[in-house]
């Protein structure tokens, strides 16, 4: 399983395009949003300033990107192509592909956290004590799991062609729907109530409540759990389903 994650990790880093759009897109997009926009602004009902919420959209929105993108069509690919039937001729069990998976998407995820913060930092001025740095990263990395084997399950639900459509029309109804474009209180209270279920809005809560100087609240936590279970179940359920096809 190690050898597998190396593997995933020294691809993903060879694909300049998928290193764009994982790393510097979410950083260019966090600084076009805040243009203009200062600390002393405050977003309605967060306590935080713009540039500081925004921060950790964007870094949630970064890591997103790299474990959701990257994952499900590499997987469909490698399904078209027989790389998964070759694997399952050598000693790697089941879950230990869907576990490789997983972890080398974390991986390369943190790349993608790291640069916005330190855009947020050195660019629009966001000041956080030392701890809460190294908190924001602790868990907007660990919550990438969570989307991970969301990747992992969509890869093999969707065909070649099919995959890349889907993934992004579940990649950006989570994104906007969560609040990592734009704040929640802006929708209609019946989209509110929806979108405070969303793994999204969980995962980006987790940081916020960080920058305010408070733990994660239990009940975000608590939901991201509940999705990586069902997540990675579902995507350990359909590559059994897939080896029984093979």
Do not use: C
Not at 88 to 113: E, F, M, Q, W
């Amino acid at each position: 399983m190690n050898a597998l994650v190396k593997l995933e990790i020294t691809r993903a880093l060879r694909n300049k395009k998928f290193v764009f759009f994982s790393v510097l897109y979410p950083a260019g997009l966090f600084l076009l949003i805040t243009a203009g926009q200062g600390n002393s602004t405050k977003v309605d009902g967060s306590g935080l300033g713009v540039p500081a919420f925004l921060m950790v959209s964007m870094a949630s929105f970064g890591a997103l990107t790299a474990v959701l993108m990257g994952n499900s069509e590499r997987i469909a690919k490698e399904r078209e192509k027989g790389w998964v039937r070759q694997l399952r001729l050598t000693a790697l069990p089941g879950h230990g592909y869907v576990i490789g998976k997983i972890a080398s998407a974390a991986v390369v995820s943190l790349p993608s956290i790291v640069v916005v913060f330190l855009v947020g930092a050195v660019v629009k001025g966001v000041r956080l004590d030392a701890w809460e740095w190294l908190a924001l990263v602790g868990v907007i990395w660990a919550g990438s799991l969570v989307f991970a084997a969301l990747g992992v399950a969509i890869g093999y639900v969707a065909s070649g062609d099919a995959v890349r459509p889907l993934t992004m029309i579940i990649y950006f109804g989570l994104s906007v729907l969560g609040g990592l474009w734009m704040p929640t209180t802006v929708f209609p209270g019946w989209l509110r109530n929806i979108a405070d279920w969303t793994p999204t809005h969980a995962y980006a809560g987790l940081g916020r409540a960080i920058e305010l100087g408070n733990g994660p609240h239990l009940r975000d936590v608590l939901l991201l759990l509940v999705y990586l279970l069902v997540f990675a179940g579902g995507a350990a359920r359909l590559y059994r389903k897939d080896t029984l096809k093979a």
